[in-house]
């Protein structure tokens, strides 16, 4: 069974870091392009970070850029969004997902396993 299990979400501060992790299982990552999207409340969710399978090539978008950073351990087969300098527009629930493309991409169509998500709460 094809499986994707973040964890790490929780209440930060203004300014702070959080991790998170996704975990596979029934599947390996390393065919696979990841990513990290975000939805916050009354919009739609949006890509924040993806890394390909084929050359490491990262891609996140300007919202972001400067203070996530994604990265992968194939052996463990896990992937992680480090989150640094939060502010509370980050505020959202985080998903983690899989596809089969062999490129960075944010394209939400393109990615076919997803995990449940995991709440990021950016407040004072």
């Known amino acids: 069974q094809v499986q994707l299990v973040e964890s790490g979400g929780g209440l930060v501060q203004p300014g702070g870091s959080l991790r998170l992790s996704c975990s596979a299982s029934?599947?390996?990552?390393?065919?696979?392009?990841i990513g990290w999207f975000r939805q916050a409340p009354g919009k739609e969710r949006e890509g924040v970070a993806c890394i390909s399978n084929t050359d490491g090539e990262t891609y996140v978008p300007d919202s972001v850029k400067g203070r996530f950073t994604i990265s992968r351990d194939n052996a463990k087969n896990r992937f992680y969004l480090q989150m640094d300098s939060l502010k509370p527009e980050d505020t959202a629930v985080y998903y983690c997902?899989?596809?089969?493309?062999?490129?960075?991409?944010?394209?939400?169509?393109?990615?076919?396993?997803w995990g449940q998500g995991t709440q990021v709460t950016v407040s004072s």
């Open positions: 997902a899989a596809s089969p493309r062999t490129y960075e991409s944010v394209r939400i169509s393109e990615y076919d396993a």
């Open positions: 029934g599947f390996s990552l390393d065919s696979k392009t």
